[in-house]
């Protein structure tokens, strides 16, 4: 019994859609199906990007990234919320809790600020085409990359160190289906100014300045466009961006309704409803816009899957 009860020190409990047990019956089969199509349409996009001599720019480089980026977004929360679905132990360890709030915090964070990387590809490309090759070098792209990469360890890991370094108090239940800041700081009996402060500092610096260094970049990316005298000329250059700007208004807009809204705007259950959106949703839909959106790469897909079934008929 006292083995037990130190087990249960040591753990949450995520409450997740418990408490609509016929939705949990209705989420798990559409959870997975989406989830299955999430992994499979980001690989797609990877191996496609890799394999095809004609996707080596500097954007399917950043396209390529983000796939990658949103496979392991979904892997730190889809799995377990599947297995939660299932089963009525829906217990997570600290640990556990503190490795999903990093998972969750990085990925996020490196996904806005490649959207921002996307939109000053986007930008060079457009506005100053002469010099893109020299200043959209494999080199510059790949620094980039990886310094993103880098930048988002520390703030993410100072995040999650930082919150469960406060005493938990009550039963340890997380009114969510996987460890989000918020929920987890409800828990939390001490007082918790500084953390705050360091969390809406975070958040300016790698969610609100990449959405205003793409805003800025879009500015004046339609100013060039609009500038331009031929219409054929317009419609290609807004074509390039159509795909990025629906996923960045995805992305955004589902983020914002969540976290931007006063607390008392929506029920716990409806934001949970509306998490799932940007947890497994949008992941799944960014292949799908990048691939009908973009005739490069579906005369990739076209030409590489026809490539393969020849080969395998011959």
């Known amino acids: 019994m006292n083995r037990r009860n130190k087990?249960?020190?040591?753990?949450?409990?995520?409450?997740?859609?418990?408490?609509?047990?016929?939705?949990?019956?209705l989420l798990f089969p559409l959870v997975l199906m989406m989830y299955i199509v999430t992994v499979s349409g980001n690989i797609l996009i990877i191996v496609i990007v890799t394999i095809d001599s004609?996707?080596?720019?500097?954007?399917?480089?950043?396209?390529?990234?983000?796939?990658?980026?949103?496979?392991?977004f979904t892997l730190d929360t889809v799995p377990?919320?599947?297995?939660?679905?299932?089963q009525k132990d829906k217990s997570i360890s600290y640990v556990g809790c503190a490795i999903q709030m990093f998972g969750f915090f990085y990925f996020a964070?490196?996904?806005?600020?490649l959207l921002a990387a996307m939109a000053y590809d986007r930008y060079v490309a457009i506005c100053k085409p002469l010099h893109y090759s020299t200043i959209m070098n494999r080199v510059f792209c790949h620094k980039l990359v990886g310094g993103l990469w880098v930048l988002g360890i520390p703030v993410s890991l100072m995040q999650a160190a930082w919150i469960f370094s406060f005493p938990f108090c009550g039963l340890k239940e997380i009114n969510?289906?996987?460890?989000?800041?918020?929920?987890?700081?409800?828990l939390v009996c001490a007082d918790t100014y500084l953390f705050e402060i360091q969390s809406t500092t975070s958040t300016f610096l790698f969610i609100i300045f990449p959405f205003m260094f793409i805003l800025i970049s879009y500015i004046h990316i339609i100013i060039t466009i609009?500038?331009?005298?031929?219409?054929?000329?317009?419609?290609?250059?807004?074509?390039?961006?159509?795909?990025?700007?629906?996923?960045?208004?995805?992305?955004?807009?589902?983020?914002?309704?969540?976290y931007l809204k006063p607390r008392s705007s929506y029920s716990s259950d409806v934001k949970k409803m509306l998490s799932l959106f940007y947890t497994i949703v949008i992941p799944m839909l960014n292949p799908i816009v990048y691939t009908l959106r973009n005739s490069e790469v579906k005369e990739?897909?076209?030409?590489?899957l026809l490539w393969k079934v020849f080969a395998h008929a011959t």
């Open 7 to 25: 087990t249960s020190q040591m753990e949450f409990i995520l409450i997740g859609f418990s408490n609509m047990p016929n939705a949990e019956l």
């Open 54 to 72: 004609a996707l080596q720019s500097s954007m399917y480089f950043f396209l390529k990234n983000l796939s990658f980026t949103e496979i392991c």
């Open 80 to 86: 377990k919320m599947l297995i939660n679905l299932l």
């Open 109 to 113: 964070c490196i996904e806005c600020l």
């Open 176 to 186: 969510h289906f996987f460890c989000d800041v918020p929920p987890v700081l409800k």
């Open 226 to 258: 609009l500038s331009m005298s031929s219409a054929q000329s317009r419609q290609k250059a807004f074509s390039t961006c159509s795909a990025h700007l629906i996923v960045v208004t995805l992305f955004y807009g589902s983020g914002s309704i969540v």
């Open 300 to 304: 990739a897909l076209r030409r590489n």
